[in-house]
């Protein structure tokens, strides 16, 4: 098959020339010549290169170089302020342990450095001098929007568990199929996922969560799922036996994650966000499910699933929380905004907004208009009151601590809590926010032994 030549970034190309005129081989390779073949701009130029990296170093004598992955191969090379990844053909030699290869050996054969890489699509090397080396079909198989292993996929899957985590990142992202025996063999060695670090599950997971295909590989690999989540298992194929809901938890569930936006504390909110359901599952005398409790039950078993996946405590604090309220009461009131914006501050209370619209459009389409129609409105209300500077916290009241002290107020938790008081009078809009009225109110009920 021909391709047509990718158009290369200066640096890039004045990186490749400079390795062949030094009597090296050079190419683009892996992510990028997939991304460009897709029609999409690569993130980043990954060259890979016959010359051993201290070839490598002297080609770049005149440049910045950085040297911290020289160990497997990679010189980081600064040109232009683009910051380049060359690397020396590669073998890795074998797998003990699912997850690093026990030595990794130099060639100078590019058909060797190919034979390791994990798909076909990440598998093609392009220079401008020499044009494609695509040894394993992989322009074909980004043509069909194929996921297929370089080699035989139970030994890939095998030498490397993360693999298989990588393969439905791919299809979620790019909204690709895995081809059938690669799609067998990640069924058959799931298990082995639970050798790869948390943290390198954590960032495929997420970026596979955020990928436009979410829903399809939720379900088709709902297994695989469960080997890292095994309290997603309760959920498959639960029935809600309630009139707002025509999917099955794990169903509502992977509608839910595909219907909010894309940020990755978002989506695995949602993934979570139901959890708690089967256990507290019970019918009413009419036979109708119910799930009373069933968010902060969620919010419990979160807790230990945002651990597991070593996410900052910024982030396991708003996955937690987005999961703990995401039934919370939300009204489009002045009063009751401003105090859920006392809550949960403003970022949380956006999100919480998109959490009950992704929590609404997957349950019954004949039932969800109205709060759909009801969180649109709130979320106006929002933005309008967040416009005009509100006032719900109490550093924003026109007195602070000083002037209760000098009004002969004991500083201490009751002053906390008679601020808070001040405060909900402000919101629920029975005093002004001015420093005189604040005083006389002070001074009305505050001194009162
Ligand atoms: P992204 O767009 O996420 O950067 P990428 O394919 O470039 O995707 P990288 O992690 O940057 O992914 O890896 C660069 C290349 O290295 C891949 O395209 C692939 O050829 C190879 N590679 C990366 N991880 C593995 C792995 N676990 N096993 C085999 N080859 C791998
Ligand atoms: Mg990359």
Same mark, same amino acid.
């Given at each position: 098959m021909t391709q047509p030549n990718i158009v290369l970034p200066g640096p890039v190309e004045t990186a490749l020339g400079l390795l062949e005129t030094a009597g090296f081989e050079a190419w683009v390779v892996g992510g990028c010549t997939?991304?460009?073949?897709?029609?999409?701009?690569?993130?980043?130029?990954?060259?890979?290169?016959?010359?051993?990296?201290?070839?490598?170093?002297?080609?770049?004598?005149?440049?910045?170089?950085?040297?911290?992955?020289?160990?497997?191969?990679?010189?980081?090379?600064?040109?232009?302020?683009?910051?380049?990844?060359?690397?020396?053909?590669?073998?890795?030699?074998?797998?003990k342990d699912s997850r690093h290869p026990d030595a990794v050996t130099f060639t100078r054969t590019l058909g060797e450095d190919l034979a390791r890489r994990d798909f076909t699509m990440n598998a093609i090397a392009y220079s401008?001098?020499?044009?494609?080396?695509?040894?394993?079909?992989?322009?074909?198989?980004?043509?069909?929007?194929?996921?297929?292993?370089?080699?035989?996929?139970?030994?890939?899957?095998?030498?490397d568990a993360l693999r298989i985590l990588r393969a439905l990142r791919f299809s979620s992202v790019l909204g690709f199929a895995i081809e059938e025996k690669t799609s067998s063999a990640i069924h058959a060695?799931?298990?082995?996922?639970?050798?790869?670090?948390?943290?390198?599950?954590?960032?495929?997971?997420?970026?596979l969560l955020c990928g436009k295909d979410v829903y399809r590989v939720l379900q088709d690999y709902r297994d695989v799922f469960a080997v890292l989540f095994p309290e997603l298992k309760p959920c498959f194929d639960f029935e809600q036996k309630n009139p707002w809901h025509i999917y099955d938890v794990y169903t509502h569930t992977c509608h839910a994650v595909e219907h909010i936006e894309p940020e990755p504390e978002l989506r695995l909110a949602m993934l979570l966000h139901d959890l708690g359901k089967p256990e507290t599952f019970f019918t009413d005398d009419k036979g109708v499910g119910h799930f009373y409790g069933h968010a902060k039950h969620s919010a419990r078993i979160a807790d230990d699933i945002v651990h597991r996946?070593?996410?900052?405590?910024?982030?396991?604090?708003?996955?937690?929380?987005?999961?703990?309220?995401?039934?919370?009461? %939300?009204?489009?009131?002045?009063?009751? +905004?401003?105090?859920?914006?006392? &809550?949960? $501050?403003? @970022?949380?209370? /956006?999100?919480?907004? %998109?959490?009950?619209?992704?929590?609404? +459009?997957?349950?019954?389409?004949? &039932?969800? $208009?109205? @709060?759909?129609? /009801?969180?649109?409105t709130i979320e106006q209300k929002l933005n309008i009151l967040l416009n005009k500077d509100p006032v719900y916290r109490t550093r924003d009241l026109a007195v602070d601590g000083g002037d209760l002290i000098a009004l002969g107020m004991e500083p201490g938790p009751q002053m906390g809590a008679f601020l808070e008081d001040l405060l909900e009078a402000v919101m629920a809009g029975d005093l002004p926010n001015e420093r005189e009225s604040l005083l006389a109110y002070v001074r009305e009920k505050g001194m009162k032994p």
């Open positions: 997939r991304d460009a073949l897709l029609g999409d701009t690569p993130k980043d130029w990954d060259i890979t290169t016959s010359a051993l990296p201290e070839e490598t170093l002297s080609v770049f004598s005149d440049y910045r170089t950085i040297e911290t992955g020289l160990q497997h191969g990679t010189v980081a090379v600064l040109l232009d302020d683009m910051l380049l990844e060359i690397t020396t053909y590669r073998v890795d030699g074998t797998y401008p001098a020499r044009g494609y080396e695509d040894l394993y079909g992989g322009a074909a198989d980004i043509e069909a929007h194929l996921i297929r292993c370089v080699g035989d996929p139970e030994t890939r899957f095998t030498e060695l799931k298990e082995r996922i639970l050798h790869v670090a948390w943290e390198r599950i954590s960032a495929e997971l997420l970026q996946l070593k996410l900052s405590t910024a982030m396991q604090d708003e996955v937690r929380t987005l999961v703990e309220f995401h039934d919370y009461p %939300l009204e489009a009131t002045d009063h009751i +905004l401003l105090r859920r914006l006392h &809550k949960f $501050g403003p @970022d949380t209370l /956006r999100h919480l907004i %998109l959490v009950q619209r992704a929590d609404c +459009l997957a349950q019954n389409p004949a &039932k969800t $208009g109205e @709060d759909l129609d /009801r969180l649109s």
